[in-house]
Nanobody, 123 residues
C-alpha cells in the first residue's frame, strides 16, 4: 500500500519557522513529482511547491518564493517543506501529493495524497 504521511504542523507565532515532512511508504517511483499544496478554510487548495524525485528540480508558486524551501531525501523517502517567517495568511492545512503531472501546479496531476497537517499562525 503506497501512502503519504505529513507531519510537522502546529500552532506557531508570526515570524516563526516550521519544517513540514512528507514520508512516502511503498513504491512511489512511478510518480516522479512530490508537491505541497495548502488549503485555507473556505478557500480552494493551492499549489505551494514541488520537487522531482529523480533530478531534484524544484518548482515554487510565486507566493512561496523566498520563504519556502522544498527538499528531498531519497534515501529516507521523505520530502520536506521549510517555511520561514510565517505569516497569519499561511494558516492552512498543508498536503503533500505525488504524481506525474504535466503541469505541476495543478492538483489534477497528482493521484496520491496525504491526510494533511494543520499549520496555524497567530499574529
Amino acid at each position: 500500500q503506497v501512502q503519504l504521511v505529513e507531519s510537522g504542523g502546529g500552532l506557531v507565532q508570526a515570524g516563526d519557522s516550521l519544517r513540514l515532512s512528507c514520508a512516502a511508504s511503498g513504491r512511489t517511483f512511478s510518480r516522479n513529482i512530490i508537491g505541497w499544496f495548502r488549503q485555507a478554510l473556505g478557500k480552494e487548495r493551492e499549489f505551494v511547491a514541488a520537487i522531482s524525485w529523480s533530478g531534484g528540480t524544484t518548482y515554487y508558486a510565486d507566493s512561496a518564493k523566498g520563504r519556502f524551501t522544498i527538499s528531498r531525501d531519497n534515501g529516507k523517502n521523505t520530502v520536506a517543506l521549510q517555511i520561514n517567517s510565517l505569516k497569519p495568511e499561511d494558516t492552512a492545512v498543508y498536503y503533500c501529493a505525488a504524481g506525474s503531472p504535466i503541469l505541476v501546479v495543478s492538483i489534477r496531476g497528482y493521484d496520491l495524497w496525504g491526510q494533511g497537517t494543520q499549520v496555524t499562525v497567530s499574529s
